[in-house]
């Protein structure tokens, strides 16, 4: 079952980044769109010479795209072509397949930015892809091959995102089996998640956080790209999510360069103007 499970959701992929690559196109023609979806202005001549790297910023568990806006206002309005595209979370691989398969429709350089889980899906899209220049990590995993994420949580003490912490649920998948999605519960998530947004912010944010399913929690990484490309760290050290210590060790064994701010875990909202000079550092590099 577990076979036919990845085969269904690689056809899923599939058939999302064909929606994704149309999609592309036509914002090509119009401009790009309110979410910052756009392709390279060079890809519409074919030449890439000279061009502004693409950013492609992914986001975690629990939230979505949105968490990046103030950083995609700055960056288009700068001229940078940028993707904030939905990360499924339903499973590291087939969540890094469909990612993969929008890297592979982008033209020139690509600096991969990734939020909390979406580090571990960035590690794995990424591998074996040339284009991809540079890997920046916003308080996020970054496994080896092997590891699940819940390891690299469990390793080290300090999150309050424990088994009590999670409001687990069903969802039917196909061929009759029952995954789990996991949520974090109303009374926990603005202090374990988003302690240093206003409460009214992490409201709205509980409410519409995107479930993460226990299989992305679970499934071991597969060879991370983090040992070929370069890659830069914002180390959020009042993290109540992922521990600092987890993300000291992650960072540190990825050779990352690294950057400390007192942020909870979600330090591209907290902090964007500590984000987007990190990332302003990686594009620089890829210059």
Do not use: C
């Amino acid at each position: 079952m577990k076979i036919t499970l990845r085969r269904s959701y690689a056809l899923v992929a599939m058939l999302l980044a064909l929606v994704v690559a149309g999609s592309m196109l036509a914002t090509t023609s119009t401009g790009a769109s309110a979410t910052g979806h756009t392709l390279s202005k060079t890809g519409q001549h074919g030449s890439n010479v000279g061009a502004k790297p693409t950013i492609v910023m992914v986001h975690g568990a629990w939230a979505d795209a949105s968490g990046w806006q103030d950083e995609v206002g700055e960056l288009v309005g700068k001229g940078y072509p940028v993707i904030a595209p939905a990360n499924p979370l339903r499973g590291l691989s087939t969540d890094a397949a469909y990612l993969r398969s929008i890297l592979e429709t982008i033209p020139g350089p690509i600096v991969l930015v990734g939020h909390s889980y979406g580090g571990a899906v960035i590690s794995n899209a990424a591998t074996g892809l040339p284009n991809v220049k540079a890997l920046v990590y916003i308080a996020a995993f970054v496994p080896d091959a092997h590891e699940p994420v819940a390891q690299l949580v469990q390793q080290f003490p300090g999150t309050m995102v424990t088994e009590d912490a999670l409001d687990p649920r069903p969802y039917p998948l196909p061929g009759g089996d029952v995954g789990v999605d996991l949520y974090l519960k109303t009374g926990i998530f603005h202090d374990a998640f988003a302690g240093d947004l206003p409460r009214s912010t992490t409201r709205v944010m509980q409410a519409s956080q995107r479930p993460f399913s226990l299989a992305a929690f679970t499934e071991p990484s597969g060879e991370p790209a983090w040992k070929t490309i370069p890659s830069w760290y914002l180390l959020a050290t009042a993290d109540k999510t992922i521990p600092p210590a987890a993300q000291e060790f992650m960072a540190k064994r990825a050779s990352a360069k690294i950057v400390r701010v007192r942020s909870s875990h979600v330090a591209h909202q907290s902090h964007p103007r500590e984000t987007l000079a990190l990332i302003e550092n990686a594009i620089r590099s890829v210059r």
